[in-house]
């Protein structure tokens, strides 16, 4: 693969264990796959449960000269680590398009807006903050301070192989927490690539680790189980979120869930319909669709429904599909089989439930995982993706009537992740706001995500927010110090 020859001495494809990248103790590779074509990019060492102890090993001794590392220290590496991500754009943004299929211009979004976090949590390391109260009886001294919480293992999903890395490395190395990394199997090298930049960065052996492998729980669940492990981090599905809360239970680990979503995206009648057609397309189609924020339910009433399903089929009919890093494409392939799958199998429900194709609305024949940019309108409420995550470039409409409807039908769902409307009523936005039950709701515009905000969900999607003044608080223990006066 010539793309990536050209990138192929900046990314360690070991083990990265203090520093270097070994192989696997077992000797073990496994093949990252260039989802556009299926073809082989790069093996990679599938890292054994011993592999992982080596790296929480390492992590635990790191701990408490990180913890004891001043916090301007801290910030001036997580500073540095964003200037030389920021410098290797065009290499990641590569990188990241060949691993998981993304178009390029929308990988190197992906580099500036995951960088940011580094910026974002090097500017919050220094401003740790505690509290100082006289007790009200006049008898004590109370002094409250932020530790930080210890070794973390972070689990990150494939959709965001930068940003979902910096977003949890970012607080936790802010706060003094020293990482253990399980990228997803699917893109590890992203991740790996960001070890090497921290390490150029000046951060010292033992602070980061990356553990890549083939079977995530076969390295996951004894870190779980060992007593040094102090928080687990992770964004994914929410089936697998259950899985590591109850095992999180047995040594009360301190958690950060990052999990799915179905959200709503609503039009009401007074909406612009040009500012929410463009904001569709963004919370729709943002990653192709790949990412728990995506607009999983488009909900238009009824007066303007028919006019906005030809617009965005008009819109996502002239996308150019393609393998993510040729310049001239707008939506790359699917990350594997196995996700195409499961979006042919929600967009043939759909159809056979009624839905009616506006454009689009199956997979591509040929080699990669291609699936056509698809708007599906008049998709009955019973089918399967108006309960379940389309996690693709399929867009579903469906209609409604009356305010109090659509806020009820919205709701509906075990998912709190994100939600969007468009109106023009300011009554009407602040009451939907109130009513929607979501960690995150974004009013006449379609992209949400922000490093100084914090991204959470309510319900099954989650327990926690990263970014945002909130997201060290997660990597940080309170401590109260009592004094008589
Ligand atoms: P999938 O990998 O099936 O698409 P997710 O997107 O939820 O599922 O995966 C997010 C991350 O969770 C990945 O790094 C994946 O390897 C990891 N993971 C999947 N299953 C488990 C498990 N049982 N225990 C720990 N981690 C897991």
Request: one cysteine or more.
């Amino acid at each position: 693969m010539t793309e990536f020859n050209g990138i192929r001495d900046l990314v360690p494809t070991g083990v990265w264990i203090d520093g270097v990248a070994v192989p696997a103790s077992g000797g073990r590779t496994f093949p990252v796959i260039d989802p556009a074509t299926g073809d082989i990019l790069a093996e990679v060492a599938d890292a054994s449960a011993d592999d992982a102890r080596r790296a929480l090993d390492s992590a635990c001794r790191a701990q408490k000269d990180w913890a004891a590392t001043a916090p301007r220290q801290r910030a001036v590496i997580l500073r540095r680590a964003w200037e030389i991500l920021t410098e290797r754009t065009e290499e990641l943004a590569l990188l990241m398009s060949l691993e998981m299929g993304k178009a390029v211009a929308k990988a190197r979004g992906e580099v500036a807006y995951g960088g940011e976090f580094l910026r974002w949590f090097s500017e919050e390391a220094v401003r740790i903050g505690g509290r100082y109260a006289d007790s009200p009886a006049g008898t004590g001294r109370i002094l409250v301070k932020h530790e930080p919480v210890g070794p973390v293992l972070a689990i990150t999903p494939w959709n965001f192989p930068l940003a979902m890395g910096t977003r949890k490395i970012g607080p936790a190395l802010a706060a003094g927490c020293t990482v253990v990394v399980k990228p997803a199997e699917d893109t590890p090298l992203t991740m790996l690539a960001l070890a090497a930049i921290f390490k150029e960065a000046g951060l010292p052996d033992g602070m980061l680790s990356v553990v890549p492998a083939s079977d995530a729980a076969s390295v996951t669940a004894p870190l779980m189980a060992d007593p040094r492990l102090r928080k687990v981090t992770f964004t994914g599905f929410t089936r697998v979120g259950k899985i590591l809360l109850k095992q999180a239970a047995d040594n009360v680990l301190r958690t950060s869930m990052e999990l799915g979503g179905n959200a709503p995206f609503i039009v009401f009648e007074d909406a612009d319909l040009d500012a929410a057609l463009a904001g569709v397309m963004l919370a729709k189609m943002r990653n192709g669709g790949e990412a728990c924020t995506a607009a999983n339910r488009i909900y238009v009433h009824n007066s303007i429904r028919a006019e906005f399903a030809d617009r965005l089929a008009e819109k996502l009919a002239a996308l150019r599909v393609g393998p993510g890093y040729r310049p001239d494409v707008d939506l790359g392939p699917i990350i594997n089989a196995k996700q195409r799958a499961n979006i042919v199998a929600l967009a043939d429900d759909a159809v056979a439930a009624g839905a009616v194709v506006r454009t689009g609305g199956k997979a591509i024949d040929g080699p990669g995982f291609f699936f056509q940019p698809t708007v599906l309108d008049e998709v009955p409420r019973t089918t399967r993706m108006h309960s379940e995550e389309i996690f693709g470039p399929v867009a579903a409409v469906y209609g409604f009537d009356t305010e109090d409807e659509v806020v009820a039908a919205a709701n509906d769902t075990e998912y709190g992740l994100a939600a969007y409307f468009f109106t023009r009523d300011l009554d009407r936005a602040l009451r939907v706001s109130d009513a929607l039950h979501a960690g995150m709701v974004g009013v006449n515009r379609g992209v949400i995500s922000d490093p100084a905000a914090p991204f959470g969900g309510v319900k099954q999607s989650g327990l926690g927010s990263e970014g945002g003044s909130e997201g060290i608080g997660e990597y940080l223990d309170t401590k109260y110090v009592a004094f008589t006066r």
